[in-house]
């Protein structure tokens, strides 16, 4: 598997598997099919309530810890955020039954976030954790972050497809060192993206699906990836795609169809600021 390099060295795979709106009782089945069809990289989080799930299919698999790169994320804290990112922390890593963490990242930028944050440092300097980031954090958020703490963000998962491309991010990100990584890279079929006649003459060029075409996209420009599937033909459809480049003009007509805003929500949209900042999960 192909890896991206992260600022500390840590050597992340490109390509992997999302467990977002897996219900807890089909989780450790994906997991483990997703483990059969070859992944090794998952990305869930405390909010998504199947970390268990997760970790039982990695106990399961029998395969050596080193082999698997397992992210998590940090939901927003009540105060004190360091002693409540601590708790959040272990609780994470006993229900995923894991000592260390590849990944752990501050799932929204609410709440306080110098002060999860700076937890997060300590934990990774404790080795903990190998590597930290944030997710959904905007540029001026990112700088913000950067600018006042010693530990810059390895990864910044963002919402990044071809409707919504992220170049501006990619860039901002890139030049302080951070990843942008790629979550609901198939829009989840919104704008018919399964179907969109761009994305299907592209694949159709390399004998591809419009999944596959999207998924090389993203690896082309250097961004990693998390694919969900509950289906194993479709995990391991979701895999074939480091045997095929796409062209300039390729990469170029599927950045074309960016809207430049997203088909979920802004993160800066006060009443979501409020809605999942207040939210809280166990
Ligand atoms: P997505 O990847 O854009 O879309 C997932 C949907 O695509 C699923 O319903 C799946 O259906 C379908 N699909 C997958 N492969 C397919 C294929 N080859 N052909 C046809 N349909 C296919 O959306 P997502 O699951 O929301 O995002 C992916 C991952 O990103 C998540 O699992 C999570 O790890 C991460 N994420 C992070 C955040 C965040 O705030 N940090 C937010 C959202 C997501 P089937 O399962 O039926 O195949």
Known sequence: MQTVTLNNGVQ???L???VFQIPAEQTEQAVTDALAAGYR???TAASYENEEAVGRALAASGLPREELFITTK???QDNPAAEHTRRAFETS?????LDYLDLYLMHQPFGDVYGQWRAMEALHREGRIKAIGVS???PDRVVDLVDHNDITPAVNQIEAHP???RAADQEINGERGIVIESWGPFAAGKNNLFTDPVLTAVGQAHGKSVPQAVLRWLIQRGIPVNAKSVSPERMAANLEVFDFELTPQEMDRIAALDTGASLYFDHRDPAMVTWLGNRRTS
């Open 12 to 14: 992340m795979p490109i």
């Open 16 to 18: 992997g598997f999302g």
């Open 41 to 43: 990289k998952f990305d």
């Open 74 to 76: 940090l939901w927003v």
């Open 93 to 97: 890593a006993k229900r995923l039954g």
């Open 136 to 138: 959904n954090f905007s």
């Open 163 to 165: 409707f919504f491309g």
